[in-house]
């Protein structure tokens, strides 16, 4: 990777271009940019950063959508799960194309409301900072961690057994078991507070089912589970940076405010905080039940390092944090303990967001050297799930009805089965070189985000 050098920090004037960086996927940025006309809209208003329309639905009452411009936070209350929602988008695009139809008047009852719990939620927030830790009974406190020590070292010992079960009658006798045959393991490490080891055995299914090769994936698999359990079994003996990936993947992990505590306690952790202007480079967001999983990558314009920054909300709840694409963010992040530290939270954060150019984004020469970076990461968290890459100089090609990134010198990379917008990519590229950033999983690449010139797109 190479440095280089910063450009001017200015403040955001927004453009469509902008609102539709926010959009979660092509899709509600089609939605979002049809409900942006006047004839859809009515109510609408708008007192210093805070604006709001009612949009008719196919309902009898009409959507109230409401959305803080000094994040942006956005309120809506439609049924939908993706957030920005089509009609966060909308009223934003109108604001853009017809800011003269949102006149300054004092807001309805339905935005003051959402105002106050705006305000009421902040200074809650604040209140809770700003309060001395509770006085924690350490001898109650290390009687809870040894019970949960002895009921996770019993579900790993049981798993362990059942683990060399499984290779000793061959992986070709697990291809027609149902998913309930992952489900029993999976439920008894629930039971053993291993919540992280019945996600990675529930995970197992999609990988017998993902065609050619699934069987060297699988004992891929389930040798980083196998070294995941021995290296339980000698945790004591790791050290702490291995010890905090070990309790991490087992579903032993450290809360922010833990996090945050310890920052304080222990001047030797201070290099787990980094100040930087961070690029937000990428975010991708999964379901799980009822259960929303954000995750922002983040990339330090000066520390030429990347960040994790993971949010979780259950149904239609917001996010707390709203991360603009293409953007940077001046902060200070506080990185967990891990070999190989990627996941971080923001311990202060001095503007809002700040818009610079992407130009000086720098990446990956070719895929080997990528690759190798990823290697090298390996050596240092073995159970390294996602893994950024920032590719210079690469084209999109399709393939045999497959997705490939080719480098400079023609060598391939997959892209994801489950990435559906591999024609949009190669159409922006117009068949030239451009920078992509996505996630690498040692089978597929992901992307997230594409340059163009200068210009940022979601991928």
Same mark, same amino acid.
């Given at each position: 990777?190479?440095?280089?050098?910063?450009?001017?920090?200015?403040?955001?004037?927004?453009?469509? $271009?902008?609102?539709?960086?926010?959009?979660?996927?092509?899709?509600?940025? +089609?939605? !979002?940019?049809?409900?942006?006309?006047?004839?859809?809209?009515? !109510?609408?208003?708008?007192?210093?950063?805070?604006?709001?329309?009612?949009?008719?639905?196919?309902? +009898?009452?009409?959507?109230?959508?409401?959305?803080?411009?000094?994040? @942006?936070?956005?309120?809506?209350?439609?049924?939908?799960?993706?957030?920005?929602?089509?009609?966060?988008?909308?009223?934003?695009?109108?604001?853009?194309?017809?800011?003269?139809?949102? /006149?300054?008047?004092?807001?309805?009852?339905?935005?003051?409301?959402?105002?106050?719990?705006?305000?009421?939620?902040?200074?809650?927030? +604040?209140?809770? /900072?700003?309060?001395?830790?509770?006085?924690?009974?350490?001898?109650?406190?290390?009687?809870?961690?040894?019970?949960?020590?002895?009921?996770?070292?019993?579900?790993?010992?049981?798993?362990?057994?059942?683990?060399?079960? =499984?290779?000793?009658?061959?992986? *070709?006798?697990?291809? *027609?078991?149902?998913?309930?045959?992952? $489900?029993?393991?999976?439920?008894?490490?629930?039971?053993?507070?291993?919540?992280? #080891?019945?996600?990675?055995?529930?995970?197992?299914?999609?990988?017998?089912?993902?065609?050619?090769?699934?069987?060297?994936?699988?004992?891929? +698999?389930?040798?980083? =589970?196998?070294?995941?359990?021995?290296?339980?079994?000698?945790?004591?003996?790791?050290?702490?940076?291995?010890?905090?990936?070990?309790?991490?993947?087992?579903?032993? *992990?450290?809360?922010?405010?833990?996090?945050?505590?310890?920052?304080?306690?222990?001047?030797?952790?201070?290099?787990?905080?980094?100040?930087?202007?961070?690029?937000?480079?990428?975010?991708?967001?999964?379901?799980?039940?009822?259960?929303?999983?954000?995750? /922002?990558?983040?990339? !330090?314009?000066?520390?030429?390092?990347?960040?994790?920054?993971?949010?979780?909300?259950?149904?239609?709840?917001?996010?707390?944090?709203?991360?603009?694409?293409?953007?940077?963010?001046?902060?200070?992040?506080?990185?967990?303990?891990? !070999?190989?530290?990627?996941?971080?939270?923001?311990? *202060?954060?001095?503007?809002?967001?700040?818009?610079?150019?992407?130009?000086?984004?720098?990446?990956?020469?070719?895929?080997?050297?990528?690759?190798?970076?990823?290697?090298?990461? #390996?050596?240092?968290?073995?159970?390294?799930?996602?893994? @950024?890459? /920032?590719?210079?100089?690469?084209?999109?090609?399709?393939? $045999?009805?497959?997705? %490939?990134?080719?480098?400079?010198?023609?060598?391939?990379?997959?892209?994801?089965?489950?990435?559906?917008?591999?024609?949009?990519?190669?159409?922006?590229?117009?068949?030239?070189?451009?920078?992509? %950033?996505?996630?690498?999983?040692?089978?597929?690449?992901? @992307?997230?985000?594409?340059?163009?010139?200068?210009?940022?797109?979601?991928?």
């Amino acid at each position: 990777m190479q440095n280089q050098d910063s450009p001017a920090v200015e403040s955001i004037s927004w453009t469509s $271009e902008k609102v539709l960086l926010l959009a979660p996927d092509a899709a509600s940025a +089609k939605n !979002g940019k049809s409900l942006a006309t006047l004839s859809k809209w009515n !109510g609408l208003g708008q007192e210093q950063q805070i604006i709001w329309g009612e949009c008719q639905g196919s309902g +009898k009452a009409p959507y109230r959508t409401q959305i803080d411009l000094s994040e @942006p936070a956005f309120r809506c209350s439609c049924p939908s799960r993706k957030f920005p929602c089509k009609h966060g988008l909308g009223l934003f695009l109108l604001l853009v194309s017809h800011p003269t139809s949102l /006149t300054n008047g004092t807001p309805p009852d339905w935005v003051s409301d959402w105002i106050t719990s705006r305000a009421k939620r902040e200074e809650k927030q +604040k209140q809770k /900072t700003s309060e001395p830790e509770k006085v924690v009974d350490p001898e109650a406190q290390a009687k809870r961690v040894k019970a949960r020590f002895n009921k996770v070292k019993t579900g790993v010992q049981d798993l362990q057994i059942w683990l060399n079960d =499984l290779i000793r009658q061959g992986l *070709t006798a697990v291809r *027609t078991e149902s998913y309930q045959f992952w $489900e029993q393991p999976a439920a008894r490490m629930v039971d053993a507070q291993a919540p992280s #080891l019945a996600r990675q055995l529930r995970d197992i299914p999609s990988i017998i089912a993902s065609g050619r090769g699934w069987e060297s994936r699988l004992l891929a +698999k389930l040798g980083k =589970l196998h070294l995941l359990l021995e290296g339980f079994h000698r945790l004591e003996s790791l050290p702490l940076p291995i010890q905090a990936d070990i309790r991490n993947q087992i579903g032993w *992990t450290q809360s922010q405010s833990e996090l945050l505590a310890n920052l304080e306690q222990e001047p030797s952790t201070s290099k787990n905080l980094q100040q930087d202007l961070w690029l937000v480079i990428g975010q991708q967001m999964e379901i799980e039940d009822r259960l929303r999983v954000s995750r /922002t990558w983040l990339w !330090g314009k000066q520390s030429h390092r990347y960040a994790l920054f993971l949010q979780f909300a259950h149904g239609t709840q917001a996010f707390e944090t709203n991360f603009l694409l293409g953007n940077y963010l001046d902060a200070e992040l506080a990185f967990f303990e891990s !070999g190989y530290p990627l996941r971080a939270i923001i311990k *202060t954060r001095q503007n809002p967001q700040l818009l610079v150019s992407t130009a000086d984004l720098v990446g990956y020469a070719t895929i080997d050297l990528a690759i190798a970076s990823y290697s090298s990461a #390996l050596v240092k968290n073995p159970w390294l799930e996602r893994f @950024p890459l /920032t590719l210079q100089q690469v084209i999109p090609i399709h393939n $045999e009805g497959k997705w %490939f990134i080719r480098d400079r010198a023609a060598n391939l990379l997959p892209i994801s089965a489950r990435f559906e917008r591999g024609w949009t990519i190669l159409a922006l590229s117009g068949g030239h070189p451009v920078t992509i %950033f996505g996630e690498w999983n040692s089978n597929d690449f992901y @992307p997230l985000s594409i340059w163009v010139g200068e210009k940022f797109y979601v991928a």
